[in-house]
């Protein structure tokens, strides 16, 4: 109110001058539509955008340094192979051959200056990597152009081309490529950041799913509301579209158990936890048998207390004799409901809840861990029992023998364990770190589990 005074009385005054002055009413009708304009043309100073960050010293740099790199990984050298292809090792080269446009003449095969080379690229500069770059000189989009000879519908082509690019940069598992095979250029930008700050909560799934974990929007074609905590900013709880990576369980599902492998505090046990209680919240409203949980907990740490006495759990088993029983158990019981089917194959009526069987680091109480002779047994006829087996452990304590996980085809590999020991686990063709298949066959995915 303070500030409102002497401005409304300055008008009110420079009102009454202008009535009283000869024309002063025409003059203020031309006036304020005038300052009208003006006052809209004026950048507002509260909506302007603070200034970038500076560019460090070194980033023009570490920019031309990381360009040349990818130009001479991307261009063949005389008599040797490149990804965009080169001559056939051993053979005369053509008199023409594509080339990677903008290349070293002495990889171009002999094209000469006059002749009309496919690879050239239709842009005058000829230049065949574009991009931009942050303030640090670390690449935020690329345009790679490559000549028409390349194969660009074979998946291992590009797949070689994505590598060497990824490698080149140095980043990680989290760039996405862009193939745009009517103009001939790969583009090159960074994925999506992955959404943080979710927690594990009710998800919004069917019933015959379970959410490992959230991955960027690309890599999905579904969306769960979720809750999330920003970390700047705990107490700002809200609720956000979130892609999930599910897995299909139940009877009908190809891969009916699943095997979580990790480094020591990545999470593993936090994720089976999150899946068990996803199960016990498969039907609602609850009913009795619905759905029961067994669950070793192998290093005692009492991360699993919070079970007991809950509905649907019928063990919660410690030590090498609890452990042992309990398999004996859950064994005895799978061939219980064989024969009440009529065999591993039989269709007769289903009288009996699903059964989850949780073995989080089982080597410990275990003397042969996951490779136990009862949990391969459980592993090959839980499914045509209603039975379902998820197994946590620690990735270096994993059987040597591979046969034991042949059954287990559902796979989580968590933290950064290395190329090598991810083989070890999802096969000969390990999948860059930070990734896992995704919803579409051949895909791979980001994941941060809840």
């Known amino acids: 109110m303070e500030r409102r005074g002497p401005v409304v009385a300055a008008v009110l005054v420079g009102t009454v001058l202008l009535y009283l002055m000869p024309a002063g009413t025409l003059l203020a009708g031309i006036a304020v539509p005038v300052a009208l304009v003006v006052a809209g043309l004026l950048p507002d100073p509260e909506s302007e955008e603070p200034p970038g960050p500076a560019e460090d010293p070194g980033a023009a740099a570490a920019r031309e340094r990381r360009l040349t790199m990818l130009r001479e990984a991307l261009t063949p050298w005389p008599g040797g192979t490149g990804p965009f292809g080169s001559p056939t090792?051993?053979?005369?080269?053509?008199?023409?051959v594509p080339r990677m446009a903008g290349g070293d003449g002495a990889g171009a095969g002999g094209a000469g200056p006059d002749e009309e080379?496919?690879?050239?690229?239709?842009?005058?500069?000829?230049e065949p990597v574009r991009g931009a770059f942050d303030h640090r000189g670390r690449p935020v989009a690329l345009e790679i152009r490559y000549p028409g000879c390349f194969p660009d519908w074979d998946s291992p082509a590009r797949e070689r081309?994505?590598?060497?690019?990824?490698?080149?940069?140095?980043?990680?598992?989290?760039?996405?490529?862009?193939?745009?095979?009517e103009r001939g250029v790969l583009g090159?930008?960074?994925?999506?950041?992955?959404p943080d700050g979710i927690g594990a909560q009710p998800f919004v799934t069917p019933t015959d799913t379970v959410v490992l974990g959230f991955t960027d929007p690309e890599s999905g074609d579904r969306t769960v509301p979720v809750r999330r905590v920003p970390p700047d900013d705990p107490g700002g709880e809200a609720v956000v579209a979130a892609t999930p990576l599910m897995w299909r369980t139940g009877p009908e599902s190809p891969t009916p158990h699943l095997l979580v492998v990790g480094e020591p505090r990545s999470g593993v046990s936090g994720l089976l936890r999150s899946v068990v209680l996803q199960a016990l919240r498969r039907e609602e409203p609850p009913r009795d048998g619905s759905v029961e949980v067994a669950v070793v907990d192998g290093d005692g740490g009492g991360g699993w207390e919070f079970l007991r006495g809950r509905r649907g759990i019928r063990a919660v088993e410690y030590g090498p004799v609890g452990a042992g029983a309990l398999v004996e158990w859950v064994v005895a019981e799978t061939e219980r409901r064989l024969r009440d089917r009529g065999g591993p194959h039989g269709h007769?009526?289903?009288?009996?809840?699903?059964?989850w069987v949780v073995l989080d680091r089982p080597s410990v109480p275990l003397a042969a861990g996951a490779a136990d002779p009862g949990v391969r047994a459980?592993?090959?006829r839980g499914r045509a029992a209603g039975i379902t087996v998820v197994i946590g452990e620690q990735i270096d304590h994993l059987p040597p023998d591979p046969e034991w996980a042949a059954d287990l085809r559902a796979r989580v590999v968590l933290g950064g364990p290395g190329a090598r020991a991810t083989a070890a686990v999802t096969g000969p063709s390990p999948w860059r770190p930070g990734e896992g298949l995704g919803a579409a066959p051949g895909s791979y995915t980001q994941l941060i589990h809840p």
């Open 117 to 126: 080379d496919p690879g050239d690229p239709t842009d005058d500069d000829g």
């Open 348 to 355: 007769g009526e289903r009288a009996h809840p699903a059964l």
């Open 378 to 380: 459980l592993l090959r």
């Open 161 to 181: 081309v994505e590598d060497l690019v990824t490698r080149r940069l140095g980043h990680r598992g989290d760039v996405r490529f862009d193939w745009d095979g």
């Open 89 to 96: 090792a051993g053979a005369p080269e053509p008199p023409s």
């Open 188 to 194: 090159v930008r960074p994925a999506d950041p992955l």
